[in-house]
Nanobody
Framework: QVQLVESGGGLVQAGGSLRLSCAASGRTFSRYAMGWFRQAPGKEREFVAAISWSGVVTYYADSVKGRFTISRDNAKNTVYLQMNSLKPEDTAVYYC?????????????????WGKGTLVTVSS
Protein backbone atom coordinates (compact mmCIF):
# COMPACT_ATOMS: atom_id res chain seq x y z
CA GLN A 1 0.00 0.00 0.00
CA VAL A 2 1.27 3.45 -0.94
CA GLN A 3 -0.22 6.68 0.35
CA LEU A 4 0.44 9.87 -1.56
CA VAL A 5 0.08 13.41 -0.22
CA GLU A 6 0.45 16.41 -2.50
CA SER A 7 1.44 19.91 -1.38
CA GLY A 8 2.61 23.19 -2.85
CA GLY A 9 -0.50 24.33 -4.64
CA GLY A 10 -1.82 27.87 -4.38
CA LEU A 11 -2.63 31.06 -6.20
CA VAL A 12 -0.06 32.51 -8.60
CA GLN A 13 -0.10 35.14 -11.32
CA ALA A 14 0.34 34.21 -14.94
CA GLY A 15 4.03 33.87 -15.76
CA GLY A 16 4.85 32.79 -12.23
CA SER A 17 6.16 29.52 -10.85
CA LEU A 18 5.15 26.88 -8.34
CA ARG A 19 6.70 23.64 -7.21
CA LEU A 20 4.43 20.80 -6.24
CA SER A 21 5.60 17.99 -4.00
CA CYS A 22 4.18 14.53 -3.49
CA ALA A 23 5.28 12.64 -0.41
CA ALA A 24 4.84 8.87 -0.49
CA SER A 25 4.60 6.46 2.38
CA GLY A 26 6.09 2.98 2.28
CA ARG A 27 9.51 1.53 1.68
CA THR A 28 8.94 0.59 -1.95
CA PHE A 29 8.56 4.07 -3.42
CA SER A 30 11.61 3.62 -5.64
CA ARG A 31 9.92 0.71 -7.41
CA TYR A 32 7.08 2.83 -8.75
CA ALA A 33 6.83 4.96 -11.83
CA MET A 34 5.23 8.25 -10.82
CA GLY A 35 2.98 10.66 -12.60
CA TRP A 36 1.25 13.99 -12.26
CA PHE A 37 -2.24 14.50 -13.62
CA ARG A 38 -4.61 17.44 -13.45
CA GLN A 39 -8.32 18.12 -13.67
CA ALA A 40 -9.68 21.53 -14.50
CA PRO A 41 -13.25 22.53 -13.59
CA GLY A 42 -15.70 20.89 -15.95
CA LYS A 43 -13.01 18.88 -17.72
CA GLU A 44 -11.71 15.34 -17.59
CA ARG A 45 -8.53 14.49 -15.78
CA GLU A 46 -5.50 14.66 -18.05
CA PHE A 47 -1.90 13.50 -17.98
CA VAL A 48 0.77 16.09 -17.19
CA ALA A 49 4.11 14.34 -16.59
CA ALA A 50 5.65 10.98 -15.74
CA ILE A 51 8.97 9.74 -14.42
CA SER A 52 10.52 6.29 -14.27
CA TRP A 53 11.49 4.62 -11.00
CA SER A 54 15.11 5.61 -11.57
CA GLY A 55 14.32 9.17 -12.54
CA VAL A 56 16.14 8.79 -15.84
CA VAL A 57 13.14 8.66 -18.16
CA THR A 58 10.49 11.37 -18.24
CA TYR A 59 7.41 12.11 -20.33
CA TYR A 60 5.37 15.28 -20.68
CA ALA A 61 2.08 16.36 -22.15
CA ASP A 62 2.60 18.67 -25.11
CA SER A 63 0.78 21.45 -23.29
CA VAL A 64 3.42 21.63 -20.54
CA LYS A 65 6.57 20.58 -22.38
CA GLY A 66 9.34 23.11 -21.87
CA ARG A 67 7.57 24.73 -18.90
CA PHE A 68 7.15 21.90 -16.37
CA THR A 69 9.80 19.55 -14.98
CA ILE A 70 9.17 16.35 -13.09
CA SER A 71 11.81 14.94 -10.76
CA ARG A 72 12.08 12.57 -7.82
CA ASP A 73 14.19 11.96 -4.76
CA ASN A 74 13.92 8.29 -3.82
CA ALA A 75 15.81 8.87 -0.58
CA LYS A 76 13.04 11.25 0.49
CA ASN A 77 10.17 9.27 -1.05
CA THR A 78 9.13 12.41 -2.89
CA VAL A 79 8.31 13.39 -6.44
CA TYR A 80 8.22 17.00 -7.59
CA LEU A 81 6.64 19.04 -10.34
CA GLN A 82 8.35 22.34 -11.05
CA MET A 83 5.95 24.56 -12.97
CA ASN A 84 7.26 27.67 -14.69
CA SER A 85 5.68 30.23 -17.01
CA LEU A 86 2.28 29.33 -15.67
CA LYS A 87 -0.81 30.17 -17.69
CA PRO A 88 -4.45 30.59 -16.63
CA GLU A 89 -5.24 27.37 -18.49
CA ASP A 90 -2.95 25.52 -16.06
CA THR A 91 -5.54 26.12 -13.34
CA ALA A 92 -6.62 22.71 -12.02
CA VAL A 93 -6.42 20.26 -9.18
CA TYR A 94 -3.12 18.44 -9.57
CA TYR A 95 -2.88 14.79 -8.59
CA CYS A 96 0.12 12.63 -7.91
CA UNK A 97 -0.12 8.94 -8.79
CA UNK A 98 2.02 5.81 -8.59
CA UNK A 99 2.22 2.86 -10.96
CA UNK A 100 3.84 -0.56 -10.70
CA UNK A 101 4.18 -0.50 -14.47
CA UNK A 102 6.54 1.31 -16.78
CA UNK A 103 6.74 5.09 -17.01
CA UNK A 104 5.73 4.83 -20.68
CA UNK A 105 2.36 3.49 -19.54
CA UNK A 106 1.66 6.34 -17.13
CA UNK A 107 0.11 8.70 -19.71
CA UNK A 108 -2.69 6.20 -20.20
CA UNK A 109 -3.71 6.87 -16.61
CA UNK A 110 -4.04 3.31 -15.28
CA UNK A 111 -2.31 4.05 -12.00
CA UNK A 112 -2.29 1.95 -8.84
CA UNK A 113 -2.43 4.70 -6.25
CA TRP A 114 -3.66 8.29 -6.27
CA GLY A 115 -3.29 11.25 -3.97
CA LYS A 116 -6.16 13.57 -3.09
CA GLY A 117 -4.84 16.49 -5.08
CA THR A 118 -3.69 20.05 -4.58
CA LEU A 119 -5.31 23.09 -6.19
CA VAL A 120 -3.33 25.37 -8.47
CA THR A 121 -4.95 28.62 -9.53
CA VAL A 122 -3.28 30.88 -12.09
CA SER A 123 -4.70 34.37 -12.37
CA SER A 124 -4.46 36.44 -15.53
Amino acid sequence: QVQLVESGGGLVQAGGSLRLSCAASGRTFSRYAMGWFRQAPGKEREFVAAISWSGVVTYYADSVKGRFTISRDNAKNTVYLQMNSLKPEDTAVYYCAASRGRAAEVPAGAMDYWGKGTLVTVSS
